[in-house]
């Protein structure tokens, strides 16, 4: 055996769970599907309730289960009796444990029940092919998924653990990874975790997104939609650096080498903002962040990395690496060639006030010199995110937020501010760390 094999084979002892493990879940699945049953025959236009997720498929991991419920209803059920009948069969359900109502094409009911993560999920009783919602393929995946060999199931197993230890797996839009079916189609398609390793050290990208890969039981929807070049660039790394020096280590936690000293470098805009899901917290962080970077990057700063921080309830941050935080005094403005008349006239009179030397180089452009409206990048934020010079092109419950208690932090301010608060911390370390397996 050579010490890849030694190591998967004691991997896969690890990811396997253990008899009085499978007793908890069963129990908890048996009991609350029975519930769930009872809660759904109230209802004329259910048609029963299944297990589904890595559970109901036998892929789930110790301590990572996944336990959803699907509940079926009649395709005729008009959408707004669809949920607000899911949401009631689920909060009956789960009475008695802490639950709240979570959002994907149409909310469902989140519980934790017993210490497992159990989601209840209307979706429509359809044909193949004939979806009317995004659940409705889940049934299909559990029974294409449950039909694979146990030795493929424990492949999976890995493959999860893997993903997750290189900080990968999930593909809801914080994490933007590979989703726990991705992961089971990629076994499906290339054999085994082994396998899969080997694809990606290989991976080669295609011309339209970073990662596809089609649903087996829905060959025009892509699994890879969610995937970003990030998540795969990293699970791309990982599996070279495992393959040539495999460890069990990398079943754990795997992460790059943090440069501690390019912590003082980072500027932070720290905010306070009403709740919001998560989903939609992350995906207008991310929108928001894009937004300051190129305003920001218009005013003449470069920014070299990115990224948003949040304790996902009300207080988030942007977080930026700048090549530099300061600016010359003057900036070029370059204009139209001398040839357009009326947009060279335009782009003298707009500039006659401000500008300190004009000319025409060597292109016959016409081009000036201007004072620069801010030369500190710790300014220029501030006046971006506190709405004074615009629109910052975030959600109106953030861009409420920044006016209203954006700070812009960094050096021993930002240090302060992140040694009370974990979650800037966690950020601040991993906007300064390598990603994994480049150095």
């Given at each position: 055996?050579t010490?890849?094999e030694?190591v998967?084979?004691?991997a ?11 007793a ?10 029975a519930?769930t049953m ?6 004329p236009?259910?048609r029963?309730?299944?297990?589904g ?14 336990l ?5 209803f ?9 949920e ?5 069969i ?6 008695g444990?802490p639950r709240?109502k979570?959002?994907a ?9 017993d210490?497992i993560k159990?989601?209840?999920v209307?979706?429509?009783d359809?044909?193949?092919g004939?979806w ?5 393929r889940?049934?299909f995946?559990?029974d294409l998924?449950?039909?694979?060999p ?10 999860k653990?893997?993903?997750n230890a ?20 990629l076994?499906?398609?290339?054999g ?6 080997a694809?990606?050290a290989?991976?080669?990208?295609p011309e ?23 998540s795969l660039?990293?699970?791309v790394?990982?599996?070279r650096g495992?393959?040539?020096d ?9 992460t790059?080498k ?14 306070s ?5 998560e989903?939609?917290?992350?995906g ?24 948003a921080a ?15 935080d300061?600016?010359p005094?003057l ?8 040839d357009?008349k009326k947009?060279?006239e ?7 006030k401000v500008?300190r030397?004009v000319?025409?180089?060597?292109d016959a452009?016409?081009r000036?010199l ?16 506190g ?8 959600s109106?419950e ?5 006016k209203k208690?954006a ?8 240090k302060?501010a992140?040694?009370a608060?974990?979650w ?5 370390r ?6 994994f397996?480049?150095?």
């Amino acid at each position: 055996m050579t010490n890849t094999e030694d190591v998967i084979a004691r991997a896969a002892r690890l990811v396997t769970p253990t008899p009085a493990e499978t007793a908890k879940v069963v129990g908890v699945a048996e009991s609350t599907l029975a519930k769930t049953m009872k809660a759904a025959s109230r209802y004329p236009e259910t048609r029963g309730a299944l297990l589904g997720g890595s559970f109901a498929k036998g892929t789930w991991v110790p301590k990572h289960v996944d336990l959803d419920i699907f509940v079926k209803f009649d395709p005729a059920t008009p959408p707004e009796v669809f949920e607000k009948a899911g949401l009631q069969i689920g909060a009956k359900a789960t009475r008695g444990f802490p639950r709240g109502k979570m959002y994907a094409q149409h909310p469902y009911t989140e519980a934790t029940v017993d210490g497992i993560k159990v989601n209840i999920v209307p979706c429509f009783d359809v044909k193949k092919g004939e979806w009317k919602s995004a659940a409705d393929r889940s049934p299909f995946h559990v029974d294409l998924v449950r039909r694979l060999p146990e030795e493929q199931k424990t492949q999976v197993r890995l493959l999860k653990t893997f993903m997750n230890a290189v900080g990968v797996y999930g593909a809801e839009i914080q994490r933007r990874g590979f989703s726990g079916y991705a992961a089971e189609v990629l076994v499906m398609k290339l054999g085994g975790f082994r396998e899969v390793l080997a694809w990606f050290a290989e991976y080669k990208l295609p011309e339209s997104r970073p990662f596809t890969l089609p649903d087996p039981v829905d060959e025009g929807r892509d699994l890879g939609i969610a995937v970003s070049g990030e998540s795969l660039g990293r699970m791309v790394f990982a599996c070279r650096g495992f393959l040539s020096d495999p460890a069990l280590a990398s079943f754990q936690k795997m992460t790059g080498k943090t440069r501690v000293a390019l912590m003082g470098d980072v500027i932070a805009v720290v905010f306070s903002h009403v709740t919001l899901s998560e989903d939609t917290l992350w995906g207008e962080l991310r929108r928001t962040t894009k937004h300051v970077v190129r305003n920001l990057e218009l005013r003449g700063f470069v920014i070299a990395r990115s990224m948003a921080a949040s304790d996902n309830r009300g207080k988030s941050a942007i977080l930026m690496i700048p090549e530099f935080d300061s600016l010359p005094a003057l900036e070029q403005r370059i204009g139209p060639t001398v040839d357009r008349k009326k947009d060279l006239e335009s782009f003298l009179s707009s500039n006659a006030k401000v500008s300190r030397l004009v000319w025409v180089d060597d292109d016959a452009r016409a081009r000036m010199l201007v004072p620069r409206e801010h030369t500190e990048l710790a300014a220029a934020i501030s006046d971006l995110v506190g709405g004074r010079a615009g629109s910052v092109g975030a959600s109106r419950e953030l861009e409420a937020g920044m006016k209203k208690s954006a700070r812009v932090l960094s050096g021993k301010p930002l240090k302060r501010a992140a040694a009370a608060s974990r979650w800037l911390q966690d950020g601040i370390r991993e906007i300064s760390t390598d990603a994994f397996g480049t150095s």
